[in-house]
């Protein structure tokens, strides 16, 4: 693989970037922005210029001419309608990720961070002669849809099912397991297991993800600080009882659920040595969230008609055995389990960019159609 590139991920507090040259990452770093300095900003939006300058500062500080560079990628914002695939960052987007339309989020800056260096990348490269362009682009943004129009239908008009899922790392984790049996992605159906902090399972077949969950909407398994779908009826005694903010209900669904809202942290490697020292309590919340994903992975088999070829458990929790080994134990006679722990979403954009490099993957324009 030829080429350069750099891969940019956008967190709450953090910038990752990855640095790759003829496919080999050369460095990774986390930049930190302490809550100092994020303070300064009324909006993470408003922190554009920040992260940009704090990249293009290592960069250099490691001896990188950003006039080097062919490909920056990004971690795709919260954007419809769009499907899986590979985006030239452009106007469209930039616009739309700028309106908070789809929702508000860290992520939404990374292609605004690309369109930018890659700005500067090409002014270097005309001040010394040099003709080709390097291009910004993201890939598999989370909002990515592709469900089954069946899929999509809610129990009532006003709440139709949406996506919202670990898209880039789920989607390599198919490329992963495809090529492992030496075919494409599009000859396999796969259900995928992303577990981390917030949890999502995925539906993939012939190349498409044709169900999923709204990981962030409130639908789902339990995680480690998100509750997964609740019960309709004790919601809405919640949100009528007056004694809780529009804000403070989401908090509990999305942050503060889960194993933080029982016991006040969401590290499960902490909370695995509890249960094994004998806290019974601890032990029935990783029964029940053992129990959990795996009850999602049989519903999503039904979407296929149980004719699954492998179910992947992917993303940090997967580096706990008591907990892969648990749901292994429950779905298996689904389809064979194969575990991928963690999850490395600067190479799996690094890997979408060599495949734009090389031809491999085609290249879409972002038009929204609901403006």
Do not use: W
Not at 191 to 202: D, E, L, N, R, Y
């Amino acid at each position: 693989m030829e080429g350069r590139i750099l891969a940019i991920n956008t967190g709450s507090t953090s910038t990752k970037i990855g640095f790759f040259d003829a496919g080999v990452k050369v460095f990774e770093q986390n930049i930190a922005h302490s809550a100092e300095t994020l303070a300064n900003y009324k909006s993470v939006m408003d922190q554009e210029a920040m992260r940009r300058d704090s990249i293009t500062d290592f960069l250099r500080s490691e001896g990188v001419e950003l006039e080097t560079i062919d490909v920056v990628m990004a971690r795709g914002g919260l954007i419809t309608p769009v499907v899986t695939g590979v985006y030239e960052v452009g106007e469209a987007m930039l616009e739309m990720l700028a309106t908070g339309r789809d929702g508000v989020h860290a992520c939404n800056l990374s292609a605004f961070i690309a369109d930018d260096i890659a700005a500067e990348v090409n002014a270097l490269r005309r001040a010394k002669g040099v003709e080709a362009v390097c291009r910004a682009y993201i890939a598999d943004p989370p909002m990515a849809d592709e469900m089954l129009p069946e899929a999509k239908l809610g129990g009532r008009p006003e709440f139709p099912r949406r996506t919202l899922f670990h898209a880039l790392n789920s989607r390599a984790m198919v490329r992963r397991y495809a090529k492992s049996i030496g075919k494409s992605p599009k000859e396999v159906t796969v259900i995928v297991a992303h577990m981390g902090g917030g949890s999502s399972v995925s539906v993939h077949r012939n190349g498409l993800v044709i169900d999923t969950t709204d990981s962030l909407g409130g639908d789902g398994p339990i995680t480690p600080e998100r509750a997964g779908t609740v019960p309709a009826f004790p919601l809405v005694e919640m949100c009528f009882s007056g004694k809780y903010t529009k804000a403070e209900i989401q908090k509990m669904l999305v942050g503060r659920g889960g194993a933080v809202s029982y016991f006040g942290t969401n590290d499960f490697l902490e909370l695995t040595k509890m249960a094994d020292e004998g806290n019974a309590d601890v032990k029935l919340f990783l029964d029940a969230y053992c129990l959990s994903i795996s009850k999602y992975i049989g519903y999503f088999s039904t979407v296929v008609s149980g004719k699954v070829d492998a179910i992947i458990l992917t993303g940090g929790i997967a580096r706990n055995r008591r907990v892969t080994d648990t749901i292994a134990g429950r779905v298996d006679f689904i389809a064979p389990v194969v575990v991928y722990p963690g999850e490395d979403e600067l190479q799996s954009l690094a890997e979408n960019g060599y495949g734009v490099l090389s031809g491999e993957f085609e290249v879409r324009q972002y038009h929204d159609s609901a403006m």
